[in-house]
């Protein structure tokens, strides 16, 4: 259980186009989702946490006219790279906590991270 | 704020070697740890955690010991494998429910046969 997936895995695309990825939590209900920015050899950056129906809240320096993020379901969010760059070229990596299913041995502390999107801009 | 520091990589070791990679942290509260591992090319999984100071997370052979006193997590494991080979994360869960994990640098394991 707790599985999260992210749509696409890999990526490629033209400077100036929008690139949306998804994130799904599979089997239980994600009221928080988060985004994640891991650049070559280093940890993982917050972009942004969204919760289920309202407006992400964006850490200091993530703009959020370019990295749209919407979370209009409890198992799916969306962060769309707008006018992306080769600068935006990284990987992309989402994470989503409860409430989980009883009986799982989960709890709502735990975040439970997707596989990630790596995204190359040319 | 809240922050994690973990001993940067990469750690290079032998199978069967002892392993420790540290990691401390600065948090306001009663946070929840974690230790996260990620394989070549994978996401990130979780290793284990501890949500109480002097609490201790195993699993798979590794283990970390929740210490208040020292503000301390670090990781442990007695003979590493090849297949442990991969960047491992100290991470902080602050006590407010709803936050995000902060992540320490990551620590690179290569352990050869």
């Known amino acids: 259980g707790a599985v999260v997936s992210q749509h696409p895995s890999r990526v490629i695309c033209k400077s100036g186009t929008s690139v949306k990825i998804e994130c799904r939590s599979l089997?239980?209900?994600?009221?928080?989702m988060f985004w994640y920015r891991q650049f070559p050899k280093k940890s993982l950056m917050l972009m942004a946490t969204?919760?289920?129906?309202?407006?992400?809240?964006?850490e200091q320096g993530v703009e959020k006219d370019k990295f749209l993020i919407n979370h209009a379901s409890l198992t799916l969010s969306t962060l769309t790279v707008t006018s992306a760059h080769p600068e935006d070229s990284s990987f992309y990596i989402c994470?989503?906590?409860?409430?989980?299913?009883?009986?799982?041995?989960?709890?709502?502390?735990?975040?439970?991270f997707g596989p990630g999107t790596r995204l190359t801009v040319l | 704020g809240n922050s994690v520091t973990q001993m940067e990589g990469p750690v290079t070791l032998s199978e069967e070697a002892f392993l420790t990679i540290n990691c401390t942290y600065t948090?306001?509260?009663?946070?929840?740890l974690f230790w996260y591992v990620q394989y070549p090319g994978e996401g990130l999984q979780l290793l284990l955690k501890?949500?109480?100071?002097?609490d201790k997370g195993s699993n798979k052979g590794f283990e970390a010991t929740y210490r208040k006193e020292t503000t301390s997590f670090h990781l442990e494991k007695g003979s590493v494998q090849v297949s442990d080979s991969a960047v491992y994360f100290c991470?902080?869960?602050?006590?407010?429910?709803?936050?995000?994990?902060?992540f320490g640098k990551g620590t690179t394991l290569s352990v050869s046969s």
């Open positions: 089997d239980f209900q994600a009221t928080t």
């Open positions: 948090a306001t509260g009663y946070p929840s």
């Open positions: 991470a902080l869960l602050g006590a407010q429910a709803g936050t995000a994990l902060i």
């Open positions: 994470s989503a906590s409860g409430p989980f299913f009883s009986g799982g041995g989960h709890s709502t502390d735990t975040q439970y």
């Open positions: 501890a949500t109480k100071a002097d």
């Open positions: 969204s919760n289920e129906g309202s407006k992400a809240t964006y």
